[in-house]
């Protein structure tokens, strides 16, 4: 049962604000060619499917039917989680274990510019009897948060603003990323008020791609591949459902997902033991939140340590060195794609610019976004 | 390598209604809580949790899985939610058996709720959005309207009448008059079903299941845990799940070629060779009464184009050789389509531990089967059962 799991083949279209040249379903042939080409296999050869979408931001009931065309997945066992990418990577995980499956496909894809009301979508989330009616958005809930977390923890706005610039800097070093620019802090602090504290540049926009990657239990994995990304941890949490009693100070969801996943992959110190962090930023004060959460900072410290470029590209341990979803655009269920795709990229020493030396281990973390309280971490390594 | 067993342990089913009062996330608490007290544990007790809902439209909810954490008991634990369109509700325990199969826990909850009546007029309506946007929307095609185009031709492949079709309707909704939670059991007569109102020929409305509200769980434990709970734990000893193209036009409807590859998927796990003689009761998903007749074939449970004369000759009744769905399917019980796949798990559950109440078949039957299907006539989700 000790079998490990690696990822063997990953392939990725980069991320752009729009996509027009394109349709989705491009997008995810594109990536799924080059994913089964680096695993050596063809899709027939592949045990299992999983892709993450959810049918509103996809536009269609039941997005499921439109998975298996362009995945080359007809007539195999393919199934949907209506969750981040880096979960289906779980549940791929999970498969393996079973002993029942050898190799597993998963895909997920943003087309995100084809929403033309994307608040309101946003709006849908809301829970409909108790919090919908108040009429107020993702990004208000996003603000109260902000301003309680700031609150309770001694993070300030400036060092959520340093977080932006470190983010859109490393991502003009990632030729994927579709939103690299040179910022400085007062930039972010004087952008246009969204729901204060939260201001127009401490939100990730959006970008389209898709990613998809091909797992292997342990003996497959050698054999096709000199150099499998294995997974040594992976575990999804979910805090409170409801708005308004959870904590909004704390990334719980973050904090439990973690001990599990550190506990799989062995992991007592997450600083010492692992290289670089990819973590979810969606809102810049969400990378501080999260880094706590994840035991990367102590409480309160994660700003801090911020803006003296401890989590730098150059720094001791460097967070987000793809630019993160500030950087490289929010992609909602492939965000997870993206940021496993740049942990598969570091851990193979294939990063070019933004290489993080001597990466052995990396996190991955995700969260599902305003208002639901989920999240993901995993502890990917090349050892 | 042996593979961890896991079993179902414990189950619940709320009432199927047309309206429901509550909402979703009560609805999904109260099936959880009957599954837990049914096997004597409480929500700390269960490590993981997997849901299957369908889609969000019907509720007007994005993201209906995070709306519905924590009716479903989500809350500070990890929680996913799985969708294979209709297909989910036999899905979802296939889903939970992987996280107790692959030793990431040891006891897993598996929920299951819909509540289609918040979508307005009819529920139907959510599903104008799960056709192609280009080559398929813009001539406005309803679910009832492909489902017509499937029937006719598979009773135009093998020749029969609609009275054929409509025995498997007269059975299931007869057979639901046993079922606690059942919609539209009823006594009627094939001339009720082939005289009701014709909604798109030759599907009649009787043809086909009601809308629903309801939830229904199960909870799942690796073999020493099971052992502890329940002297009669249910084995999952075979899953299989199979996705055809989305492309439904270019394929001839007559055969499920996708429920057969899932159902040999499941077989082969299980180690079952000839499925007609060694599964002894079986819940093919029945949203319209066809597909029971169809599912039967792509199950390899009979002959193709043979389930219609079988069911004629009584060979499918509660009493019959090969009783298909006792429970009263969701013809009898009703449709909330995620919960029906649960609810059909349930049915065999029951049966094999000989606690089916007025619904058992004789014979003791120690392996059963349940499916379901969905998506554009596209997806089967099958799942084996051993006592």
């Known amino acids: 049962m000790n079998n490990r799991v690696g990822i063997i083949g990953i392939g990725c279209t980069g991320f752009k604000p729009v996509s027009p040249d394109v349709s989705y379903r491009e997008l995810i042939f594109e990536a799924a060619q080059k994913a089964y080409t680096e695993a050596g296999l063809h899709p027939k050869e592949i045990d299992s499917f999983i892709s993450a979408t959810e049918d509103f931001i996809e536009g269609y009931s039941i997005a499921d039917e439109y998975v298996p065309d362009q995945l080359g997945a007809v007539m195999k066992s393919v199934h949907t989680v209506t969750a981040d990418f880096l979960q289906a990577l779980g549940v791929g995980y999970m498969m393996v274990k079973t002993g029942q499956f050898k190799t597993i496909a998963i895909e997920g894809h943003s087309k995100v510019s084809n929403i033309e009301t994307l608040d309101e979508v946003m709006a849908f989330a809301l829970d409909p009897i108790y919090i919908r009616p108040l009429k107020e958005n993702a990004d208000f809930i996003a603000g109260l948060e902000m301003r309680r977390f700031l609150e309770r923890t001694g993070n300030t706005e400036e060092q959520c603003a340093s977080v932006v610039v470190k983010n859109r800097k490393n991502a003009l070093n990632n030729p994927y990323a579709g939103y690299g620019a040179i910022f400085n802090e007062s930039d972010v602090l004087n952008s246009e008020p969204i729901s204060l504290p939260l201001k127009q540049l401490d939100k990730a926009q959006t970008s389209d791609g898709a990613v998809v990657c091909v797992i292997a239990e342990e003996s497959t994995a050698k054999s096709l591949c000199k150099n499998p990304v294995w997974i040594d941890g992976i575990m999804w949490y979910s805090d409170n459902a409801n708005v308004w009693s959870r904590c909004m100070s704390e990334a719980n969801y973050i904090k439990l997902a973690a001990k599990k996943a550190y506990e799989m992959a062995g992991i007592k110190n997450p600083v010492k033991d692992t290289q670089f962090a990819e973590v979810c930023d969606e809102y810049s004060f969400k990378e501080l939140q999260h880094l706590e959460a994840l035991g990367i900072a102590r409480r309160g410290e994660a700003g801090f340590l911020t803006a003296n470029g401890f989590t730098a590209l150059d720094g001791v341990y460097p967070v987000n060195p793809s630019g993160g979803s500030l950087g490289v655009g929010h992609t909602f269920e492939a965000s997870g794609g993206m940021k496993v795709f740049e942990a598969v990229m570091q851990l193979r020493g294939e990063a070019g610019k933004r290489q993080v030396k001597n990466a052995r281990r990396g996190i991955v973390q995700i969260y599902r976004g305003v208002p639901t309280s989920t999240g993901a971490v995993a502890v990917l390594s090349n050892e | ?387």
């Open chain 2, 1 to 387: 390598m042996g593979m961890r067993k896991v079993a179902i342990v414990g189950a619940g089913i709320t009432k199927f209604v047309r309206r429901a009062q509550e909402t979703g996330p009560e609805l999904a608490y109260q099936a959880s809580k009957m599954a837990l007290d049914s096997c004597g544990l409480k929500l700390k007790d269960i490590e993981m949790i997997t849901l299957g809902t369908a889609p969000d439209a019907f509720d007007g909810v994005h993201m209906k899985g995070e709306y519905l954490l924590g009716g479903a008991g989500g809350n500070k634990k990890p929680y996913i939610r799985n969708f294979v369109g209709g297909g989910t509700g036999v899905f979802a325990p296939i889903h939970g058996w992987m996280h107790v199969a692959s030793g990431m826990c040891d006891l897993c909850m598996v929920v299951c709720e819909e509540k289609m009546s918040s979508c307005h007029p009819h529920p139907q309506g959510a599903f104008l959005t799960i056709f192609d946007h280009t080559t398929e929307q813009p001539i406005k095609p309803t679910l009832i309207w492909i489902f017509a185009l499937e029937m006719k031709r598979y009773m135009e492949t093998y020749g029969l009448k609609p009275e054929d079709v409509a025995r498997v309707a007269v059975k299931n909704k007869k057979n639901a008059l046993d079922h606690p939670s059942a919609q539209v059991a009823e006594e009627l007569t094939v001339e009720d079903i082939v005289n009701s109102e014709v909604l798109a020929d030759p599907v009649h409305r009787l043809d086909i299941s009601p809308a629903s509200d309801g939830a229904a769980a199960v909870i799942l434990a690796s073999e020493h845990v099971a052992k502890r709970l329940t002297d009669k734990p249910v084995w999952i000893e075979g899953v299989g799940w199979n996705l055809d193209t989305a492309y439904w036009a270019t394929k001839d409807l007559y055969y499920p070629r996708y429920v057969e590859k899932a159902a040999r998927m499941a077989y082969d796990m299980a180690g079952i060779k000839e499925p007609h003689k060694e599964i002894q009761v079986a819940e093919p998903y029945d949203p319209f009464d066809y597909k029971e007749l169809h599912h039967m074939e792509g199950l390899l449970l009979c002959e193709r184009g043979e389930a219609a004369r079988l069911t004629a000759e009584g060979y499918t009744a509660r009493d019959g050789n090969l009783p298909i769905c006792p429970s009263g399917g969701a013809l009898g019980v009703g449709n909330p389509i995620a919960a029906t796949g649960l609810m059909k798990v349930i049915e065999i559950f029951l049966q094999l531990r000989g606690e089916a109440g007025k619904r058992q078949v004789p014979g003791n039957p120690r392996v059963g089967l349940a499916q379901a299907w969905g998506d554009l006539m596209q997806v089967g989700t099958v799942i084996v059962l051993k006592r």
